[in-house]
């Protein structure tokens, strides 16, 4: 089997998965599952395959949108460092996460349909790393889009679910107008209809027109980037993702902690040559990156849902990744945070996947406690994790995390402090955490009586944690990241790296001291709890504007058309004939009596009327 | 040698006995029978105009040939007309027309 068979199966395996389920085998449980799965392995074989074998180059398929000359939109794959090591994150993370689901959803109703939706998720997100130009990515984008909306919306019974996946797409739309945009400015930039073209390649070199006018580049690459605030949760964009939460724990783990909101990323450093030549554009990268590290973190501090203070954290380490890609000098330093962040935050969602499972669906974290001796095997886990995550040394987040700070350093002293108090954050709201619902007393029954999870979701969590620990280690990161670019450690005056201990051992220390043995929150701050009351704002805004000029719509339809146009046409009619009925008197003569008039009217008006 | 204005007076008491017809009477076929002379007075009319006016001083014959087309229509109408009435007077067992009055208001 050549290469390009496997890239091209690779792709599509999971596509058929799903199909076969959605048509087939939707009534059976263990084969939709053993379908997806098996799916996954191959794609896991598929991709490490090619990863090995260094398998660079564009594969050929067909033309999707062929207008000759004018447009045409290849369907190809493109394979280069950057798309295999992103290959080999989504394939190896996904079948983990797709094996522990197995437990997770044994008892849940729509078992088959899940599993389709994340063999559509998985095919959806091979689409976006494998994508050869902007159109392609751009498809594949709205199908992970719209995989997160079934996902999200899984218990769509549930209300807020509905409304949550309702939310996630809207709110995506918004930044992919802008990513829409911007793919046209791209094209025209680069010819038009004059030989325009969508292909990575092409629009990494500054087309004439942006080197004369560096603005316009800047806005260009704004707008592509507008997509990524979307998808990867940045400020002021963020709101849909911690009520993205709805979905089931391992859909949080897969799309929405470790790949999919991982894609936004992806995608600057598929355009990084061109982002990097816009000083402006990047500024306002890092800008924005910093900002949602800052505010997503702080707010990840006053969190009472499990899932609610990792969705913060999320998007806080989404921020460190975009923060990465606006300073570094290669595409390989945000792409090395996602890396380790990819398998560490996925283990932590589902390590509080695990003990939501043991404290019967109990989400609140003040309800929980003490669990660390109930569950050994996820405590020991979510540790590594959250270590990890943290940035303690020696552990794989200390690595990629350190290594944007410095970068931040180097280039832009502001952006520096921002993202340092982040981090100093980051190991509070997680020792925080750990330290309400693994030590101190069992504050609910359900918590008393919390059980280990079985097997099969204790094993991936095993298979994750290792990763998770060692992912950040030079080995791997020479292995996946030095042919994507120089990843080599900034020039920083000895004190940085002990002010990024510092802040982490302040921060753990600060959380130790303050939640140990506490029943509730010593701290209640409003303000963090009601997410700077962001949510509040957006929703005024939707009720008082859109929901104004829907008001207003609705008042010209329903006086205006309808009421003068519609309705005061017919009434006109009607009233006429109503008049005219009067003369059917049912008299043949009187009818001829008329018609004799109205002859003579004629003739008079014939001969007499100039 | 009657003169045209005889033509025409003739033709006027013609369509003024046939309207009066139309206007008063019940019967339905004797209003037909109205109709059919305002239409032959007007067929007088014309053939009266035909017969006294000349076209670049030479007498002209074409409404003349005309009214004979007329007349054969006209044949042709009446054979619809009666059959008409013929129907009418199935569906409704009368042929007074202030009994045929469904279309009032």
């Known amino acids: 089997m050549n290469l390009s068979t496997i890239a091209w199966i690779t792709l599509f395996v999971p596509l058929v998965a799903a199909a076969l389920i959605l048509f087939v085998t939707r009534a059976s449980k263990p084969l939709a599952a053993g379908l997806v799965i098996l799916s996954a392995l191959i794609t896991t074989i598929g991709g490490w395959t090619l990863f090995a ?131 046209l400015l791209f094209w025209i930039a680069t010819g038009g209809p004059e030989g325009g073209t969508f292909t990575f390649a092409a629009i990494n070199h500054p087309a004439p027109i942006f080197v004369q006018n560096p603005a316009l580049l800047a806005v260009a690459v704004v707008l592509i980037f507008c997509g990524t605030v979307g998808k990867s949760a940045q400020f002021p964009l963020h709101v849909w993702l911690p009520n993205s939460m709805e979905g089931p724990t391992p859909v949080s783990s897969l799309l929405h902690a470790a790949t999919m909101v991982a894609a936004g990323v992806y995608l600057l450093a598929r355009i990084f040559p061109i982002l990097s030549s816009s000083p402006e554009a990047s500024e306002i990268v890092a800008w924005t990156g910093a900002i949602t590290a800052l505010g997503a973190g702080i707010l990840a501090t006053q969190q009472d849902d499990i899932k609610g203070i990792l969705a913060y954290s999320t998007i806080s380490q989404l921020g460190y990744m975009v923060t990465g890609a606006g300073l570094a000098v290669s595409a390989a330093l945000p792409m090395f945070h996602l890396f380790t962040h990819a398998f560490f935050k996925c283990l932590l969602f589902l390590t509080a996947g695990s003990v939501i499972l043991g404290m019967h669906h109990e989400q609140n974290i003040w309800k929980m406690g003490g669990l660390k001796g109930k569950m050994p095997i996820t405590f020991l886990t979510y540790c590594c994790g959250m270590l990890a995550l943290s940035g303690c040394p020696f552990f794989s987040g200390h690595y990629s995390k350190d290594l944007i700070m410095a970068c931040s350093w180097e280039h832009h002293r502001g952006i520096f402090w921002v993202v340092v108090i982040a981090a100093g954050l980051t190991p509070f709201y997680m020792m925080r955490q750990a330290m309400v619902v693994f030590f101190g007393k069992p504050r609910s029954e359900h918590s008393e009586h919390a059980h280990e999870s079985p097997l099969v979701m204790t094993i991936p969590l095993i298979l994750l944690a290792i990763p998770a620990v060692v992912a950040g280690y030079p080995f791997f990161e020479h292995t996946f990241f030095h042919e994507i670019g120089t ?50 704002l957006y929703f005024w805004i939707v009720r008082v504007i859109q929901g104004g000029f829907a008001k207003l719509c609705s008042f010209t339809d329903r006086w205006f058309i309808d009421g003068i146009l519609v309705r005061g046409s017919a009434t006109l009619v009607w009233t006429v004939g109503f008049a005219l009925r009067f003369l059917q008197l049912g008299n043949i003569q009187a009818y001829a009596l008329f018609f004799g008039i109205g002859v003579v009217g004629l003739i008079y008006m014939l001969l007499h009327v100039r | 040698m ?100 469904s279309l009032k208001f």
Do not use: C
């Open chain 2, 2 to 101: 009657p003169t045209l204005a005889n033509y025409l007076i003739a033709s006027g008491l013609l369509f003024a006995t046939g309207l009066g017809v139309v206007m008063l009477r019940r019967s339905i076929i004797v209003i037909f029978m109205g109709l059919e002379l305002m239409l032959n007075a007007a067929n007088l009319s014309l053939v009266a105009f035909s017969r006294y006016g000349l076209v670049s001083g030479h007498q002209n014959y074409d409404a003349q040939i005309l009214v004979f087309f007329i007349i054969s229509v006209a044949a042709a109408e009446v054979a619809v007309g009666l059959a008409i009435i013929v129907s009418l007077y199935r569906a409704r067992q009368t042929t007074h027309v202030e009994d045929l009055d």
């Open chain 1, 487 to 536: 990843l080599s450690e900034p020039e920083v005056p000895a004190y940085v790296p002990q002010v990024f201990l510092g802040v982490f051992l302040a921060g753990l220390a600060l959380a130790f001291f303050l939640y140990r043995n506490v029943e509730k929150d010593p701290i209640r701050i409003p303000f963090l709890e009601n997410r700077f009351y962001i949510d509040d």
């Open chain 1, 53 to 183: 074998k260094s398998a660079d180059g564009i594969y050929h398929g067909f033309n999707w949108v062929d207008f000759g000359h004018a447009l045409s939109i290849p369907f190809d794959l493109a394979l280069d460092p950057l798309s295999r090591t992103m290959l080999v994150v989504v394939t190896t993370i996904s079948p983990v996460v797709f094996i522990y689901s197995i437990g997770y959803m044994k008892e849940e109703v729509g078992f088959a349909r899940f599993f389709a939706g994340l063999a559509l998720f998985l095919f959806s997100m091979l689409g976006i790393v494998l994508a050869n130009n902007l159109v392609m990515m751009f498809i594949f984008w709205e199908l992970v889009g719209v995989s997160s909306y079934i996902l999200i919306g899984h218990y769509y019974q549930k209300a807020s679910a509905a409304d949550a996946a309702k939310q996630a797409f809207l709110v995506n739309r918004i930044g992919d107008f802008g990513f829409m945009l911007g793919i």
